[in-house]
């Protein structure tokens, strides 16, 4: 890798999380776009403002992009794509930028400028929304672009104490080699799970015959708990009183009651994470539970905007039982970030933005098995031509 370098531009970039994991070292960012104004200003606070353009991606023009990327990230809005969210798919208003983007991907095409690489980031309900016609009209985008592609589900559970399972989807233009190791004969359990597959086999044939089984190597697992990553005094939220963690308590069902009886017993201290949710009771009424996990894996940080509540966390330690909101440090951490990364002073801001991220380490993982490798292997193509 030394002395090569490589060009990026990042769409839906919010606060630069796919620029973090891609890292410095060998990438350089030409273009970053988002919408929101408050996201734009925590990029520019971590990333410098000289590449960013805040504004609606369906309003960007070609000659708004410098040069030609090698790649381009996009993690477009997931709210409409999402299992909490309205179902509205790609045609939603938040989902559906994606046809914008695409239509610049066209246009920069067209200009001669086609990307190397084009990866994009969303929730695994992709695959299944509106029975599977969203992520068949993702594909055949690919596919009348020119590009090969394919799909990998990663969970960043394999690299921090956090559940968040997203669908990768990654096409290499026409013209570029691909090393035949980066290829597999078939689906793998690992990064290819059922609902993927399912889709797969949905497809037409068209976008069969340019689909690509991507082969990435498994890291090395992460020793790390959701307890090393607690800030034992957060500046931006507080303990609840005894009351309230007593309240939360009342609203969980026997058996997430005997997990916390559990936890009590354990020898050690103990740390869960808890979302409420509105469940159906005996009767078929419908009532709010607190549900809490403590397997030393945070559940999937979520935004009220995608359906759903903030997450708590609750501490046990022998008898003793406290709670409070996750903090926003944490939530940075639990998405990869490093301490010295500026998060937004207000914490709904904060939440927000690392709620709606990609985790760090996952596209540190990709750049590594797939970006790298593909760009690497066309550099030296051109250098022996």
């Known amino acids: 890798m030394a002395g090569l370098s490589f060009t990026f531009y990042e769409f839906f970039a919010g606060g630069g999380m796919a620029h973090a994991g891609l890292g410095a070292a060998n990438w350089n960012c030409l273009f970053a776009n988002d919408f929101d104004q408050k996201k734009c200003a925590s990029y520019a606070s971590n990333w410098g403002d000289n ?17 030609r990327a090698n790649l381009v990230w996009a993690s477009f809005p997931c709210q409409d794509l999402s299992l909490a ?13 994606f046809w914008p983007f695409w239509r610049l ?28 016609k969203d992520f068949e009209a993702i594909c055949n985008s690919f596919v009348k672009s020119g590009y090969r592609f394919g799909a990998v589900v990663i969970d960043a559970a394999l690299f921090v104490p956090h559940s968040r399972p997203r669908l990768f989807v990654v096409g290499v233009r026409d013209g570029v080699k691909i090393p035949r190791d980066l290829i597999g004969d078939g689906a ?28 990435l190597t498994p890291p090395v697992l992460s020793s790390m708990r959701f307890a090393d990553l607690i800030e034992a005094a957060p500046s931006d939220v507080a303990w609840h009183s005894d009351a309230e963690t007593q ?5 969980m069902s026997t058996v997430n ?33 607190a549900e809490v996990r403590f397997d030393d894996i945070a559940g999937c940080l979520r935004t009220p905007g995608g359906g759903s509540s903030r997450q708590l966390i609750l501490v046990v330690d022998g008898k003793s039982v406290k709670s409070r909101l ?31 991220g990609v985790v760090v380490p996952v596209v540190r993982h990709l750049a590594e098995q797939l970006f790298e490798p ?3 292997a066309a550099k030296r193509l051109m250098a022996a031509a």
């Open 51 to 67: 590449s960013l353009v805040c504004g609606d991606v369906a309003k960007l023009k070609i000659k708004d992009l410098p040069d």
């Open 85 to 97: 969210g309205g179902g509205a798919g790609l045609r939603g208003d938040r989902s559906g930028t």
């Open 105 to 132: 991907m066209d246009s920069l095409i067209a200009d001669g400028r086609a990307p190397d690489i084009i990866a994009l980031e969303n929730v695994t309900g992709t695959l299944t929304s509106h029975g599977g």
């Open 188 to 215: 793998s359990a690992q990064w290819h799970p059922k609902a993927l597959r399912t889709s797969y086999d949905m497809l037409p044939s068209a976008a069969k015959d340019r689909w690509l089984w991507w082969r």
């Open 247 to 251: 309240k939360l308590l009342s609203m």
């Open 257 to 289: 009651l005997a997990k916390v009886n559990h936890a009590k017993r354990a020898g050690r201290k103990m740390v869960g994470t808890i979302y409420k949710r509105t469940r159906f009771d005996a009767g078929g009424q419908k009532v709010q539970r």
């Open 326 to 356: 996750i903090s926003s440090r944490e939530t940075a951490r639990l998405m990869g970030l490093s301490d010295d990364y500026r998060l937004p002073e207000k914490y709904n801001e904060a939440y927000h933005l690392t709620g709606d």
């Open 374 to 376: 593909c760009l690497m």
